[in-house]
């Protein structure tokens, strides 16, 4: 069989996924007129997950949806782990989608994290620890600024930033990202 694509809000061709994945991983939206997102594009581009069988099968334990809504002000996206959902914010086209989604599915990992893995707050703690020997005179806000300024807000928020950039930019993310997600695995 082959595969069908998916569109987004603006009829943009999402990527083509194996018949069997869509059908499972189809993802609900609150209008699904104006467009859906599925949960295995999402996994199958973040580059984080590739190869790692037992952090996609986290994902599929921890996220049940990934939907889209009218959101105010700066916020993109949202993790809410009772419902065990991210809220991307709607009208993001599908690159910055992808980002909020790799950024919210970092928090959602540091929730309940896989065998194998440290919380978010203890990989940053470690990456840090080994950042500072080589860099005597940073802080833990200068190491977190040099992934994003959004990651200097906390140690979770430097976390689901560095998740979000290995996810996104692979082999090109920055040092300090991948030094974060180094330290997550125990």
């Known amino acids: 069989m082959g595969g069908r694509g998916a569109r987004s809000a603006s ?8 018949d069997q994945k ?31 069988p037992k952090l996609e099968g986290q994902i599929y334990k921890e996220l049940h949806s990934v939907t889209m809504a009218d959101m105010s002000g700066r916020t993109l996206g949202v993790y809410a782990p009772g419902l065990k959902r991210i809220i991307v ?12 989604v ?4 970092g928090h959602a ?5 896989p065998p194998g893995f440290r919380s978010d707050v203890a ?9 500072k020997k080589a860099n ?13 300024n959004y990651a200097t807000n906390s140690r979770g928020e430097a976390f ?26 125990e």
């Open 102 to 105: 790799a950024h919210e599915l």
């Open 136 to 148: 005597p005179r940073a802080s833990e806000t200068s190491f977190s600024a040099r992934i994003s």
């Open 11 to 18: 009829g943009k061709m999402f990527d083509r996924l194996p």
């Open 89 to 100: 914010k709607r009208g993001l086209d599908p690159a910055e989608a992808r980002a909020t």
């Open 109 to 113: 990992l540091a929730v309940k994290p």
């Open 160 to 185: 689901a930033e560095a998740f979000k950039d290995v996810s996104v930019n692979g082999k090109k993310a920055k040092p300090e990202s991948k030094l974060i997600l180094k330290h997550w695995k």
């Open 123 to 131: 990989a940053f703690e470690s990456a840090f620890k080994q950042y």
């Open 22 to 52: 869509m059908a499972h991983l189809m993802i609900s939206n609150e209008q699904p007129a104006k467009g859906e997102i599925m949960r295995a594009f999402i996994i199958a581009k973040l580059k984080s997950v590739e190869d790692n």
